[in-house]
């Protein structure tokens, strides 16, 4: 029995994607105003950043076009202090993906690229170091799926 071979995405297939999803989390009603996004790079301060963590090729069509799987991390940083703060940021990260999951115009891609679905895990929080401080920032795992014609 022959194992199967992962195809994985190609640094174009980051690039435009990476430039869609900034759009679509800055055009979200529950991202914080005044405070960055990033796509694969954070801010000191407060941020929302955005981490694509692999991607494959899930199978082929035989027009050349295929299915893909992209897998992101969205995070928000925001230094809270407070188990309300704390609240707060899991929060905003859960209405960021829950609106993600629920969208039905999905924004399109170029080169006939089209989302088919976007799912969404619940968020935890992960603690990083700032500048010598420790914080709690609130991440989610998202996966989403397109074709490619």
Do not use: H
Request: net charge negative.
């Amino acid at each position: 029995m022959s194992e199967e071979t992962k195809e994985y995405l190609s640094k174009t297939e980051y690039e435009e994607i990476g430039e869609m999803l900034l759009e679509l989390i800055a055009e979200c009603p529950y991202t914080p105003k005044d405070t960055p996004i990033k796509y694969q790079s954070k801010d000191v301060g407060r941020c929302i950043y955005l981490f694509t963590t692999g991607g494959e090729v899930k199978k082929r069509n035989v027009l050349g076009g295929f299915t893909a799987e992209l897998n992101i991390q969205v995070a928000y940083r925001n230094f809270p202090q407070s188990n309300e703060q704390m609240l707060d940021a899991q929060l905003t990260v859960d209405k960021i993906t829950g609106w993600m999951e629920e969208l039905e115009n999905l924004p399109g891609l170029t080169d006939n690229r089209i989302i088919t679905k976007i799912t969404a895990s619940e968020s935890f929080p992960v603690v990083e170091e700032v500048d010598g401080e420790k914080t709690t920032v609130f991440t989610a795992n998202v996966v989403m799926e397109y074709e490619v014609e």
